[in-house]
């Protein structure tokens, strides 16, 4: 099945906003998105945590919108919408029933525009403590939740912007200033360092205009600082081992590799690869540590796309009862030398493809979702039409790939082993991470 | 550096028209319901089988066996181990799925429209002729037992299970976790699961709901060759009534001490209400403008005045029984004591002041607005069609929400809070640090404090 082709217009308002549109008349619904580039690796030491501290504030007021009512508005015009911050960049988006598109411009464009008339230093304030909160729910009182941060701190020199998570550290937020907060807003908040995707039910003519007539007067800051040479090694060099006591009832190993940059070929291959390893209950490390040699409670293998230098990747298997660490981690280990020695078979690629496209299937049926990526295609690779042919690369993806790119990623030279194991509590630090790593959000 | 920006919010523009998508619904001669909704230009159709054994019809000293047989279903098939049956819808790209909860079990699949025969044959295939092999159950059921020591770890886990605990008397199945307890989990065998799972094999008692782009595809003929030979299975039932009973008489605090916490998790609340209520609609709106909304009151209180929390909110879990209500936060630890104050408060206030006209529409704008948003893909309408089934609502229950919302009044918010939210009866139940909290809690005149040590949690 071939996914319907998604036509859009691709131009730049004279103070550099780049404004892509997209019609798609099938529901009532219109998705604004939009990108800024800049994110955590912006962030110089000492005042790390920052770009998500500050993306809270843009929910702060500006000129014409008070405090917290930009939510107030969308949420009483029937819309949605959050504020997303990741290593590489920091968004904002809406989704609104379609007649309500013109208030969604307008709030973006007034924060954009006037963001410093608002801010206080007890709005300021009241969002440190909120983000802090949001450290102790998601990290700190979590079992296992200081694994996302050992993972990049242990692939990432120090001197390199991903060493740090993006949620930042307490004593960082502590010191954020006022000044800090406007220095950063004039650097990197301008229309020459935004995309807005507008993708849904309406009429691009008059959208165009009211970007224009909203965002137009906004002028461009020409001197945005350009982040220097991000590249790295392809490998870390050695393998680097933790062992980290956290209040856990069952021991759990984390792995991970620095791999190929996002939008690098070998990257979409392993991609693909890791659903052959991991994406289910019919793949290889499911089947040999979950089901047939019963010692893990769990597996997950997966890549963190990132454009500057080198992604992640990442995986873990909770070790069962009365099975000792060593032989998951061995068995866990095996299996990606494996798949680095021989090529994949054809049925198992086959399934892999077949998941692959349902999965984009499913996830470009919304607006909301071909917002963001067309955003993001613009903001990291300078290509929205790659919404268009990102499922082509995966499809392409060939066995003999996914091995290469095996070879390179999962190698002991290139390894992380993170060990949590059952403390005596308490523990200072403690948490579950089920789930992926998200980037860091306004509202849970 | 000049900035113009326009001072002026812009209107709306004219909503366009909106209805639920209309369904269809058939009968097969075995009595199984076949409901079928066209979306057009949505090439991903979803599937979903329903049935009605849920998790609180089962014997309690069975508490847990309806959620693992579904888990068990795909686990093997008289025609399928489980290997080939996962393989074989992967071929196809489809993702097949079943879960139980409280109200019943749903089996579904997700795949492109020209593939939905093939992937709808391999559910006809799990639901109907599941053969729950031993090894493979004892392999779930372990892992079943090693999930509940890890959601004693889990803060958000332990006080979830912790208030449902606390605010049902045992003789309610809500007073578990719908997945069992150890003791009840222990002793899961496949004969069990295999009963638990033919109670819900009658076809009259089972609904098929496709949804997406069916243009060319004949559900109903499709439904007819895979699961019209079903025939209700010895040992089926009709979903029984379900006792919700509070056993909280007055307002208490009930602390699980968990040392070195860096926050406290809150959940303030008691047994709310059923799905099926005349004031439903009320009800929503007064939730939301309690703890839906972003600007709801407690987090506009907790989080946007005070900075004690990443989010407050509050909500009814309704089901076919009487489910919980709660409000819920996790707040720095320092701050556990004023921030019961300030929850407890907002609870009050909600009963005792009307709410002001700009909260009664920002409530109610809000579930009208966003309530086409939820519809855009099949899944949700699909999930939705489910919903009704499961809660024996009339076909028009989804046209009618959007008028029936619009016509909630102030008056109707305030009743619905004066009958359904009581903080005096209302159970305070935290997982923190007992040593930096628990002596402040005996001043802080929420009712008598017990605390549930440690070593104990460790034990159980």
Known sequence: ?444 | MSVELVAQRPTSGTPRRYEFPPFERHRLPNGLTVLTVEMPGRPLVSASLILRNGASDEKPAEAGATVLAARALSEGTERYDAIALVEAAERLGASLHAEAGWDATTAGVDVPAERLEPALDLLAEMVGRPTFPTAEVDRLREERLNDILQARADPRRRVEEGFVDTIYTPDSPYHRPSGGLRETVETLRPEILGGTHRRGLDPEQITLVVGGDLEGLDVPDIAERLFGGWVARPGSARPGPVVGRSAVPRRFVRLFDRPGSVQTEIRIGHVGLPRRIPDFHAVSVMSTILGGLFNSRLNMNLREDKGYTYGANAGFDMRRGAGPFSARAAVNTEVTVPSIREMLAELGRLRQEPVTAAELSAGRDFLVGVFPLRFETPGPVVGALAGLVVHDLPDDELSRYRPALEAVMIDDVQAAATAHIDPDRAAIVLVGDAERIASELETGDFGPVEVVPAEEEAGT
């Open chain 1, 1 to 444: 099945m071939a996914l319907p082709a998604v036509r859009f217009t691709d131009e730049r308002l004279p103070n550099g906003l780049r404004l892509v549109m997209s019609e798609d008349h099938l529901a009532p619904v219109v998705a604004v998105n939009v990108w800024y580039d800049v994110g955590s690796k912006h962030e110089v030491p000492g005042k790390t945590g920052f770009a998500h501290l500050f993306e809270h504030v843009m929910f702060q007021g500006s000129a014409h919108v008070g405090k917290a009512e930009h939510i107030a508005l969308v949420q009483a015009a029937g819309g949605t919408m959050n504020g997303t911050t990741w290593l590489d960049r920091t968004n904002y988006y809406e989704t609104m029933p379609s007649h309500q598109l013109e208030l969604a411009l307008w709030l973006e464009a007034d924060r954009l525009g006037s963001l410093l008339d608002a801010l206080s230093q007890e709005n300021l304030d009241n969002q440190r403590d909120v983000v802090k909160n949001e450290k102790r729910w998601s990290y700190d009182n979590r079992p296992y939740g200081t694994w996302n941060e050992k993972l990049q701190a242990h692939l990432f020199p120090k001197e390199h912007p991903y060493h740090h998570p993006t949620i930042g550290s307490m004593a960082d937020l502590d010191a954020a200033s006022l000044e800090d907060v406007k220095e950063f807003f004039r650097t990197y908040y301008a229309p020459n360092n935004a995309v807005l995707a507008i993708v849904g039910d309406f009429e691009p003519e008059r959208a165009r205009d009211w970007v224009e007539r909203y965002f137009g007067g906004i002028p461009a800051n020409p001197s945005i600082p350009r982040l220097g040479n991000l590249s790295l090694p392809a490998v870390i060099g050695k393998e680097r081992r933790e062992v980290v006591p956290d209040r856990v009832p069952l021991p759990r190993i984390y792995f991970g590799f620095r791999a190929p940059p996002f939008g690098d070929v070998r990257l979409d291959a392993l991609e693909v690869g890791s659903h052959i390893l991991a994406g289910g209950r019919g793949s290889r490390l499911y089947r040999r540590l979950v089901r047939d040699e019963r010692i893990a409670q769990d597996v997950t293998l997966f890549a963190l796309g990132f454009v500057g230098g080198a992604s992640i990747a990442a995986g873990w298997a909770t070790v069962r009862p009365a099975v000792t660490i060593e032989r998951v981690e061995s068995a866990f280990l095996e299996e990606l030398e494996k798949f680095g020695r021989e090529p994949v078979t054809d049925d198992e690629l086959a399934r892999a493809r077949a998941l692959v496209e349902s999965e984009e299937l499913a996830s470009l049926g919304r607006v909301e979702e071909r917002a963001d990526r067309m955003a993001m295609y613009a903001t990291l690779f300078d290509d929205p039409d790659l919404i268009n042919r990102q499922l082509g690369r995966y499809l392409a993806v060939t066995a003999d790939q996914i091995r290469d790119v095996a070879r390179e990623v999962f190698r002991p030279d290139n390894r992380v082993v993170l060990t949590y194991v059952p403390a005596e509590p308490p523990a200072d630090e403690a948490a579950n991470a089920e789930e992926i790593p998200q980037d860091e959000e306004i509202a849970a």
